[in-house]
């Protein structure tokens, strides 16, 4: 416990304030949530029946399944192998293949998508969808395990090799062990993320809840059995979690000692350098050289050559492109806004309640957005008319979506912000506000920085909640992207894509710049 805590109980105060605002920003979370499930309830037993048990559901349930398994264990191999010999070995250009394993994570699936529909036919289905989901979602394992393996006392493997063991057993027995509670939660980011794809699944004709769900709704504006559907995919995410849960346990994985931190001895790869190159040249090639190089072709491409003829406005790129902006910026200003009260009640002030609140914002993260996006647009018919077809609907949807990935950020942020130097403003003579504003939010501000630029690249490549939520003529970047690939209009579609990811990696890189930045500053700040 804190100095700060230990000072609150001493003297009983609670922060109200903050609790107050903290649990405002938990329910506005809940809310589409509870509405799901309050919906589904609605439902009759036998109607409920009727609608689960139709062969098609026990078809989307499969097909569902079946894609989350297999991304979730490609995405695991991939990420961890090349986390290995990025980290582990002398690979030629090691912090070049560092770099390229993490730049996909700019380009969302639906545009990965896009560039191999417009490539082939043939990469539709089941095999389309893994492989797009492979090669977008990688980065998520890539990122926990690597970091891991920077981390991990290299003692350990050091000790293991000493005692006869070999490159491969040192990794199956020692090294694995250590890296489990990163490679499940990379995992675990991987299955949640197939579980709620839409983009790609749609343009690639793979059906699952997710693209039923919004064909439901589309088709009958049945928003009970879209939220009866909709709460069966909740179920899984949960699931999902438990499951996580369950299997990562209740071992610590902690260094016992500090010690001097130093890096691990690479191991020399002699001829095997090259099947590894090879391989990380592939993976490169299917998640960087593949799409940019198809935007690049149907940029170039006259419209009279294209699958389907389309001419591009210029009004309409230049529109898309700034509503893309504006609600991103926008978006990440409120999301970063709202995760301020929570963040800096768990910096300073933690406590049982202060994580369940915690807890309860975490829940977002397993929900697929199209399920935040419809129960939004049900309580705006019923309840909230005003709002309806506005941005700032939409805006509130990408908040509540994306609030838990601010909530990381802002509460590390705050963490590094030592406390002792708000407790030596408050000593002299500033108010609590005083101090939050002129010492508390500088010291944190790269951090805060960092969280706005991970939400405004989620928002800016956003699309379940964009389609359902946005006002009547209102075009984003990735919406355009996914209408004109719809409809076979490649050509169309690849200025919006190009400027989509221009977009995500000046962000990316935004966001990088921001946490280098934010290390630096917080270098003697405690840190969690």
Request: hydrophobic share 55%; with cysteine; charged share 10%.
């Amino acid at each position: 416990m804190d100095a700060d805590t230990l000072r609150l109980a001493a003297s009983g105060r609670r922060p109200w304030g903050l609790l107050a605002g903290a649990a405002a920003v938990a329910a506005l979370v809940l809310l589409p949530l509870a509405f799901t499930l309050w919906q589904a309830l609605t439902y009759g037993g036998q109607e409920a029946a009727d609608l689960l048990l139709r062969p098609i559901v026990a078809r989307l349930a499969g097909n569902t399944l079946l894609i989350v398994v297999a991304s979730t264990l490609s995405c695991a191999l991939a990420g961890t192998a090349s986390a290995w010999f990025v980290e582990r070995t002398r690979l030629p250009g090691h912090k070049l293949w560092a770099l390229l394993c993490v730049v996909p994570l700019a380009i969302p699936p639906f545009i990965t998508s896009f560039a191999w529909v417009s490539i082939s036919a043939d990469l539709q289905g089941f095999w389309g969808a893994w492989l797009v989901l492979t090669t977008a979602y990688t980065p998520l394992v890539y990122l926990p395990v690597s970091a891991m393996l920077r981390n991990m006392d290299p003692a350990l493997e050091e000790t293991a090799r000493a005692l006869g063991l070999g490159p491969w057993a040192c990794f199956g027995r020692v090294a694995l062990p250590q890296l489990k509670p990163a490679l499940l939660g990379g995992m675990l980011l991987v299955a949640l993320s197939s579980l709620s794809e839409f983009g790609a699944f749609m343009l690639l004709h793979f059906h699952t809840f997710t693209t039923e769900i919004y064909a439901e709704y589309r088709a009958s504006f049945d928003s009970a059995g879209a939220s009866l559907l909709a709460s069966v995919l909740m179920l899984l995410g949960v699931v999902c979690l438990l499951a996580e849960l369950r299997v990562r346990g209740d071992a610590r994985y902690q260094r016992l000692d500090r010690g001097a931190r130093r890096a691990a001895q690479r191991i020399e790869l002699s001829w095997k350098r090259w099947p590894v190159l090879a391989g990380l040249l592939l993976q490169t090639a299917a998640t960087l050289l593949v799409p940019i190089a198809t935007i690049l072709y149907w940029t170039l491409q006259p419209g009279a050559d294209a699958v389907t003829p389309a001419e591009v406005s210029p009004q309409l790129l230049l529109s898309a492109t700034l509503s893309s902006l504006e609600l991103g910026l926008s978006g990440a200003a409120l999301t970063t806004l709202l995760a301020l009260p929570l963040g800096y009640l768990l910096a300073r002030h933690p406590g049982r309640l202060a994580h369940l609140l915690e807890r309860v914002v975490y829940l977002a993260q397993g929900v697929p957005g199209i399920v935040i996006a419809l129960a939004l647009v049900n309580l705006a018919i019923q309840w909230l008319r005003p709002l309806y077809q506005s941005a700032l609907m939409l805006v509130l949807a990408y908040a509540v979506m994306f609030l838990p990935l601010a909530l990381v950020s802002v509460r590390s942020a705050l963490l590094q912000a030592e406390s002792q130097l708000e407790e030596l403003a408050r000593s002299l003579g500033l108010n609590w506000w005083q101090a939050l504003w002129r010492v508390v939010l500088p010291l944190a501000g790269p951090g805060l920085g960092a969280a706005a630029s991970l939400v405004f690249i989620s928002i800016v490549t956003e699309l379940t909640a964009t389609l359902l939520l946005s006002p009547i003529g209102t075009e984003t970047l990735a919406t355009q992207v996914w209408a004109d690939t719809a409809a076979l209009a490649f050509a169309a579609a690849a200025p919006y894509a190009a400027i989509l990811i221009a977009l995500s990696l000046c962000s990316t890189w935004l966001l990088m710049s921001l946490l280098g930045r934010g290390a630096v500053l917080g270098g003697g700040a405690h840190h969690e």
